[in-house]
């Protein structure tokens, strides 16, 4: 059973030093778990926060253990009664070939509605926190111009989706001429800002005649700063990610926007994707609704191989990814 540990808390990004493979037997389960060979894992933007030794709203990863985040996988022995070998499941386990969990930590995976791949993607945590921060906090109204920042990543893809879906008019902030490209020929957004080669200040003046109505923030720092400074009255401004300041060593400082907020009335409201925990059911069959009715499309970025882990990780932070960026491990 190959293990990826946790060995070095990073100052600033994390490197190879973060990160250890390493071998174990593999376990068996007691009564009520089960064992779930992984397919699947996922890499998370978040998971930067648990390598700090810092109080959160989970807690920090602990040295020398085996990373754990979501995965998909497939039963191989069960000692629970509502499992059996070969069903899909998806939970938070480790990044390991294999993992034993309690039954109840676990949810099936229905592969006939979609690949299992999406139970981490688009039908998964960041398809929901797409949803809910958008509709419960940004409410966009038809007509209205929605700002995405990180728009080609696994949350703002979705976003901007369903932003159209809502008659919204569409502006996604990416790092590269092929996520634009993809969000304005595959996707359908109204105007497209390449971070790294245009000036983000005169491109939102282009972008955004009318000002912006609702921010979705997954970047923060100086993007943010920028489509701040555009708001309109009403305005509200969905603090999702904050992914530019994740590896900052030192707080970053920026411009004061209190009064930019009180002056137009607006609303920036933070929140965790699992504050929607009750209302999880709703939020994915709508989304599975869309995505098999093709109105909502998603790309997912895969990694073979669990050694690759690490790297896919660190990707996420050098803007490797289009869409939802995964591991896979072992075939279906
Ligand atoms: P993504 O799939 O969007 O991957 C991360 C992307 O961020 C990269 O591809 C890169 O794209 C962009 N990025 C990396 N560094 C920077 C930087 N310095 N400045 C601007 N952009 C950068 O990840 P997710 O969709 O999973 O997550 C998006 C955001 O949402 C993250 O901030 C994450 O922490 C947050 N999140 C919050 C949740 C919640 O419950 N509140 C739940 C899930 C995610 P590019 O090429 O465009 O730079």
């Not at 509605?113 to 998964?124: E, F, H, K």
């Not at 001429?177 to 957004?189: A, C, D, S, V």
């Amino acid at each position: 059973n190959r293990q990826i540990l946790f060995v070095k808390r990073p100052k600033g990004l994390p490197d190879d030093r973060t990160f250890r493979l390493t071998e174990s037997t593999v376990p068996e389960p007691k009564d009520g778990e089960v064992r779930v060979r992984t397919i699947y894992l996922s890499v998370d933007p978040y998971m930067r926060g648990r390598m700090n030794d810092m109080k959160s709203y989970i807690p920090p990863f602990r040295l020398n253990e085996v990373l754990t985040g979501g995965v998909v996988g497939q039963v191989e022995v069960s000692r629970h009664p509502d499992f059996q070998p070969g069903e899909l499941v998806t939970g938070m386990m480790g990044w390991q070939d294999y993992s034993v969990v309690h039954g109840a930590e676990l949810n099936k995976v229905d592969a006939r509605l979609a690949p299992p791949s999406t139970a981490l993607s688009v039908l998964g945590m960041p398809g929901l926190t797409a949803y809910f921060g958008l509709l419960d906090i940004g409410r966009p109204r038809e007509g209205e111009t929605v700002v995405v920042s990180g728009a080609a990543g696994a949350v703002g893809t979705v976003v901007g989706q369903i932003a159209k879906l809502k008659g919204c008019r569409v502006v996604g902030i990416a790092g590269s001429e092929e996520k634009i490209r993809y969000l304005q020929k595959e996707l359908g957004f109204d105007a497209v800002i390449n971070y790294k080669a245009e000036d983000v200040k005169e491109a939102l003046k282009d972008a955004c005649p009318d000002g912006v109505d609702v921010y979705f923030d997954n970047v923060g720092g100086e993007i943010s700063d920028r489509v701040l400074s555009r708001i309109n009255q009403y305005a509200r401004i969905v603090l999702c990610g904050q992914i530019s300041l994740y590896n900052l060593e030192k707080p970053d400082i920026g411009p004061r926007i209190q009064t930019t907020l009180l002056i137009n009335s607006a609303l920036m409201k933070g929140f965790i994707v699992s504050d929607y925990q009750d209302r999880f059911k709703e939020g994915l069959s709508h989304l599975a609704e869309w995505v098999s009715q093709g109105k909502i499309r998603y790309r997912e970025n895969i990694v073979e191989g669990l050694e690759n882990a690490p790297q896919a990780f660190l990707g996420l932070f050098r803007g490797e990814n289009l869409g939802k960026q995964l591991v896979k491990v072992s075939e279906v």
